[in-house]
């Protein structure tokens, strides 16, 4: 359940969901959370967003970062970086400043980045 192999140096969570947990509607939350289990409904975060490997999430996630091992189907907003690891599979589109992937992943939908360059100095 807290893999270190997944997410390496990241100890601290404000709100965990566990492995046999089931979150049935939408999350919104400050701080750091991780997920283990599964959510049906959106998961809005103003920080960051931990899904693990043997976790589903069924509806859209948005966050400042997201570190995803496991399946999300739909959509992804994240203003910094989505790490997608190894076991992750991701149907929906994605919009993010940065995008890591690691090989083996799935990801199914669209990609925007978002462009944090202010035109008006040009």
Do not use: P, W, Y
């Not at 496991?70 to 599979?89: C, D, H, M, P, Y």
């Amino acid at each position: 359940m807290f893999g270190k192999k997944e997410f390496d140096g990241f100890d601290k969570f404000d709100t965990l969901i566990g492995v046999n947990s089931t979150v049935e509607g939408s999350i919104q939350s400050e701080g750091t959370i991780r997920i283990d289990g599964n959510v049906n409904g959106d998961v809005k975060i103003n920080g960051d967003i931990f899904i693990g490997s043997n976790s589903t999430i069924k509806g859209n996630v948005t966050a400042n970062n997201v570190h995803n091992a496991g399946t999300v189907n739909g959509n992804i907003e994240a203003n910094g970086t989505l790490r997608t690891l190894s076991t992750s599979k991701i149907t929906g589109d994605i919009k993010v400043k940065s995008f890591i992937a690691d090989e083996g992943g799935l990801f199914n939908g669209k990609c925007e980045m978002i462009d944090t360059t202010d035109k008006s100095k040009k």
